[in-house]
């Protein structure tokens, strides 16, 4: 068997229906093939206590090492604990992997590794036709197929026809591989998923070596569950090379980047150092204050590891106290930052008011995810963003920004310090759990290269006054607490201009509502302009912001290639927006944007710039497929 041919093309080829395949080479026996791919996407799936996105990483991080482009996304279960066996269980990793840029993790599997019948059911649908599905057969017993709502056992239905299948016994081969080491047999059965990773990494010629290191290091406390893991490993990746079912191996070349050095980074992590890399440019202690919630909880778990680069983490009781314990840390002079998710960004909201009226630099990261209230907590939307830039009581006009990819979660970081600080203003940045777990090669930087983030000198005691501006950024001076002879009050009653004295006086009122949005709006004019992609005098313009970039991007070169009149524009600024921003839109005869809400952005685009905007709006939990854009584009392409 060999995976279908196709052309490489200069689009994220993520979206193809088919595994991008490059040669074909038989073995000297004729009995296998090598099919040397341009790249491919995998997903492991299985109940939430399979240990499906330890392998998955496993496997991304190996595919890094040996030189790939990888972007990754896990897929967790909404339910803390759903019964093992049912549909909501469910927990999947997917990959793509290519020898050259992917901007997304793969509309559609080429492989899929099920360890029960509801892994299979519920990814089915999304395996590319012809595509190999992998199962544990041992897992297809009466008892789980009812569970998953099969009335037959699919292996033996025929119902799986279009696709390669492959069963495999792998829990009683699990259990074979471990039996030596006399396990509990609760403790044995978790090493199965190592045996999926073993064969999957013969699958695709990986090495499993750095797979071993990694158990040595995880695993270094407890010896027998280290050798039960790394014994699962060697017999599922033996077995795949004996084994008569496996006719073809796959590989793909390593890419070809631009020079440096790369590792591979969540969104969450790229936050976090972006943050860590900004004190330490800034001069200053870097305080983190936050409450722990899905998906935002690992910026928090990442920072903690930096106390020795001059980061200070605190886990407080409530949301409210961690917004305002960063606040007291921009008071104090450090850099005050707080991270959340949305129902934790509408309990912020005071004291993002708070902070706004003082005028004090914090950093809100709202990782967003479905809503309202709970929603869908470990599901991806973008339905934040109004209230980003529009939710709180009174005038309260503040800086918000979105990062693009996982990698992007850096820069964004970096900027959001960047205009805090030198603006003395509080600054969102809009992250999703598409982009906080989901992950891709970060080109990592010296942070000497990065912009210098000190602020200007303390005014001394004769030219200070609290809010005495810089007649540029209209900035008021950040003066810590107890410096001599700049002895001020900040608090949340409006301030006299220049004095800082409490005022309940309507004409000082309106000229500092004034000020604190042209404050806002002078960012503009510090931020990149707005950049299109394509001839600039197309049909139509494809808006995008946050995480849609990858698919969107993809979806709109694929349709250029196609010679569709089609341009792209991607908005990583979204208050202020760039300045050029709507003398880009003005050309155009119709506007799409597609967004993970029900059209905010596109709300926003026609108030502000009376447009022609339409929305193409998606809240499925899910981000946009390429191929699913490609089609709708297309369509309203179509009908215009």
């Known amino acids: 068997m060999s995976a279908t041919e196709s052309a490489k093309t200069g689009a994220d080829p993520s979206h193809s229906a088919t595994q991008d395949a490059a040669t074909v080479q038989r073995g000297a026996s004729g009995e296998k093939e090598f099919v040397q791919v341009h790249c491919s996407t995998v997903r492991f799936a299985g109940d939430s206590g399979d240990g499906m996105q330890v392998v998955g990483s496993q496997f991304a991080d190996i595919a890094s090492m040996t030189g790939l482009v990888v972007c990754t996304q896990p897929d967790y279960p909404s339910e803390i604990r759903a019964p093992a066996g049912s549909l909501g269980g469910v927990s999947g ?23 029960n019948p509801a892994a299979l059911k ?37 119902e799986l026809s279009a696709y390669r299948v492959i069963p495999v016994a792998m829990t009683r081969m699990n259990e074979e591989a471990v039996r030596h080491l006399q396990l509990p047999r609760k403790d044995a059965a978790r090493c199965k998923n190592f045996f999926a990773l073993g064969l999957s990494l013969w699958l695709y010629d990986r090495p499993i070596q750095p797979v071993l290191e990694y158990l040595i290091k995880k695993f270094r406390k407890s010896l027998s569950i280290m050798a039960a893991n790394g014994a699962s490993l060697r017999a ?14 796959h590989t793909v070349a390593a890419a070809k980047l631009p020079k440096g050095r790369y590792r591979r980074v969540t969104g969450n992590e790229a936050a976090a150092l972006g943050l860590v890399a900004a004190g330490y440019r ?16 690992e910026i928090l778990h990442e920072l903690s590891k930096y106390k020795d680069y001059d980061v200070r983490t605190l886990q407080v009781e409530d949301e409210i106290a961690a917004c305002v314990g960063a606040i007291g840390a921009s008071f104090a002079g450090a850099i005050g930052v707080t991270g959340t998710s949305g129902p934790g960004l509408a309990l912020k ?9 003082t005028e004090l630099p914090m950093v809100i990261f709202d990782v967003q995810r479905a809503g309202p209230s709970t929603g869908m907590p470990t599901k991806t939307e973008q339905s934040d963003l109004l209230m980003a830039v529009h939710g709180r009581h009174g005038e309260a006009p503040l800086a918000v920004l979105a990062a693009a990819t996982p990698a992007d979660c850096f820069a964004m970081a970096f900027e959001a310090v960047r205009l805090a600080t030198k603006y003395m203003t509080p600054v969102i940045v809009l992250s999703d ?47 810590s607490p107890g410096t001599p002879g700049c002895e001020h009050r900040i608090g949340g009653l409006e301030k006299t201009d220049i004095t800082g004295a409490v005022s309940y006086d309507a004409l000082n009122h309106q000229r500092m509502v004034n000020v604190r949005a042209e404050k806002i709006e002078r960012i503009a004019s510090d931020i990149p302009p707005a950049i299109v992609k394509g001839s600039g005098k197309a049909d139509l313009l494809v808006v995008s912001w946050g995480s849609t970039y990858g698919s969107v991007a993809a979806a709109v070169s694929g349709l250029q290639e196609a010679g569709r009149s089609v341009d792209h524009l991607h908005l990583r600024y979204l208050n202020p927006f760039p300045a050029n921003l709507g003398s880009l839109l003005k050309p155009y005869k119709k506007i799409l944007v597609p967004e993970n809400s029900m059209g905010q952005l596109c709300m926003l685009l026609r108030a502000k710039y009376l447009v022609d905007a339409q929305s193409l709006a998606k809240v499925e939990g899910r981000p946009f497929r390429v191929n699913e854009l490609i089609k709708l584009i297309g369509d309203f392409l179509t009908v215009m």
């Open 236 to 249: 599922g990746y033996n077995y795949a090379n004996t084994a008569e079912l496996f006719h073809v191996q």
């Open 349 to 357: 909201v005071e004291g993002m008011g708070l902070a706004v009226m």
């Open 282 to 297: 800034a001069g200053r202690t870097l305080v983190y204050a936050s409450y722990p919630i899905t998906p935002a909880s």
């Open 93 to 115: 990793f997917q990959l793509s992997f290519a020898d050259h840029e992917v901007h997304t993790p793969g509309d559609s599997p080429y492989v899929l590794i099920a360890m």
């Open 122 to 158: 519920v990814n089915l649908r999304e395996v590319q036709p012809g595509g190999i599905l992998v199962v544990n057969e041992d897992e297809f017993n009466e008892t789980n197929l009812a569970k998953a709502g099969y009335a037959a056992n699919p292996l033996t239905s025929g």
């Open 433 to 479: 759990s598409f982009l906080s777990n989901g992950a891709e090669p970060w080109r990592i930087v010296d942070p000497d290269d990065l912009p210098d983030l000190h602020t200007p000198a303390i005014p001394s005691p004769e030219q200070f006054a609290p809010y005495r501006r810089d007649p540029i950024t209209l900035a008021r001076p950040w003066v």
